[in-house]
């Protein structure tokens, strides 16, 4: 899975669980911040990544990256997220805690 597409999931799940008003993730991983503007809802997305200049749009079960041409879905479950990254065929899951998203 692309480093920003993770993000992004990690941006929704933080804005569905906590209910967030932040417009950035810190990505430690690529060590930057990342600014994203749009909305998230319960059943939608429709979400503008400024780094790359792209959106990610669609329900939860079925987001399309627009950068990488690829579907995720997306699945919380009070603050656990899991889901799958079609482009990479492989599933991934994870936490929110307070204002951290992580792995496992």
Avoid: W
């Avoid at 804005?15 to 930057?32: P, R």
């Avoid at 790359?52 to 987001?63: F, V």
Wanted: a neutral charge; aromatic letters at 12%; glycine letters at 10%.
């Amino acid at each position: 899975m692309h480093p920003n597409t993770r993000a992004c999931l990690a941006y929704i799940a933080s804005k569905l669980v906590n209910e967030s008003t932040s417009a950035f993730v810190y990505d430690y991983s690529q060590s930057k911040r990342l600014n994203f503007s749009g909305s998230v809802g319960q059943t939608s997305v429709s979400l503008y990544d400024h780094e790359r200049g792209c959106y990610i749009t669609g329900a939860l079960s079925n987001l399309y990256d627009h950068d990488q041409k690829g579907y995720v879905s997306l699945s919380i479950n009070g603050s656990q997220l899991s889901g799958y990254d079609f482009a990479g065929s492989h599933q991934f899951c994870g936490s929110v805690d307070g204002s951290s998203v992580s792995r496992p």
